[in-house]
């Protein structure tokens, strides 16, 4: 058997993750914990302490396998949402929870419409599907073009996806512009709304994927508890959408693919209000610190309703990235998104902002 035919010819134009990894020269410089990573967009506070506490006690049962529905964190969220449990589907973060969508709608000829300069894996798990992409440009200030995004809408158009707010850009489209979208959309049309960040937002005029759930039966909304909640390393993603459509879900879903120390880490997330309160806090206070510490650069800095900023700058993305690893600072080049002078930075703490600032200051000197 040759080697191109144990896999399907169309897995050749599927690209491989592999990060990079850190230069020795920079390990050595700087040693693995004296690195700040702002490329990641991780929670720089950590999870909550109570959450620690209940998770390293639930290490002594790690013995037993996990409840495949996670009926508990299901309860938890249904409160805490207002919906039925059976409005939730869970899966080992959102990546996993876009795998069980493409597998559970998508059907090889399906026509399916993105953007560009957005979350990869939406294109990645439609060409498993091997589905048709129109792929949307985002218009001049880096916000999905929902007019346009309309237009390449057709009567053979089975899923949409929306990234609100948008990673990598940080930027997002607002509830009049959503409102209008949806109305013009035919009935049957799956629409999936990624709000991987949508404890972030702060915008008055951003629109909350919940209120959409009993306009439009065929709305699904993802969300994940490795942002906001710094679970990033236990994989905790769910969807919110009608039942019939969790049930469709339910039966592409492995039947272990979310761990039990991960659920009662979520749950007790979502009771501290004390440590979601200082990280929304933290992130607002970040964000000041950044457009007042970076005004007088000769930069792009885009409004963000997430946890991270895109930077446009005079270098080229790979170059300042480099440069950067060199001060100590790691953070994201948006080259592979086809934003060859930007890069993507999260919200630290104040003392690693203010370092960014410093490094960045140097390297644009």
Do not use: W
């Not at 790979?318 to 001060?327: R, T």
């Amino acid at each position: 058997m040759t080697e191109k035919k144990l896999s399907p010819n169309y897995y050749q134009n599927i690209p491989v993750y592999r990060p990079k990894g850190i230069p020795q020269k920079i390990l050595q410089k700087f040693g693995i914990n004296g690195l700040i990573n702002l490329a990641s967009n991780e929670n720089p506070l950590g999870p909550s302490p109570k959450a620690l506490l209940i998770m390293q006690e639930a290490l002594k049962k790690s013995f037993l396998y996990p409840e495949p529905l996670l009926k508990k964190l299901s309860k938890s969220l249904s409160d805490k949402l207002n919906i039925p449990e059976n409005y939730l589907h869970f899966g080992n973060g959102i990546e996993e929870i876009l795998v069980h969508l493409s597998n559970a709608f998508i059907h090889s000829g399906d026509h399916v419409v993105l953007s560009n300069m957005t979350f990869p894996l939406y294109s990645n798990n439609n060409k498993f599907r091997q589905a048709n992409e129109s792929i949307v440009p985002l218009d001049s200030n880096f916000i999905y073009d929902l007019k346009a995004i309309k237009k390449e809408i057709t009567t053979e158009t089975k899923l949409v996806y929306l990234c609100n707010s948008n990673n990598p850009t940080g930027t997002y489209f607002t509830k009049e512009a959503l409102d209008k979208f949806l109305l013009s959309l035919p009935e049957d049309l799956i629409v999936i709304y990624d709000e991987a960040y949508f404890e972030y937002a702060d915008a008055p005029d951003y629109p909350d994927g919940m209120d959409y759930l009993k306009k439009h039966k065929n709305f699904i909304i993802t969300r994940t508890f490795s942002k906001f909640y710094a679970l990033a390393g236990l994989r905790v993603g769910y969807s919110i959408q009608r039942p019939k459509l969790t049930e469709c879900l339910d039966h592409v879903k492995s039947l272990y693919s979310n761990n039990f120390i991960g659920e009662v880490g979520a749950i007790e997330s979502l009771k501290d209000q004390s440590h979601t309160q200082k990280t929304k806090q933290m992130n607002i206070e970040g964000k000041a610190q950044f457009l007042k510490e970076l005004n007088s650069f000769d930069i792009k800095i885009h409004p963000t309703q997430a946890n991270f900023f895109m930077i446009q700058t005079s270098l080229d993305a790979l170059d300042l990235s480099s440069q950067l690893l060199n001060q100590g600072i790691i953070v994201c080049p948006l080259t592979t998104f086809g934003i060859k002078d930007a890069i993507r930075v999260t919200i630290g703490t104040s003392k690693e902002n203010e370092f960014f600032f410093q490094s960045l200051k140097k390297v644009l000197s």
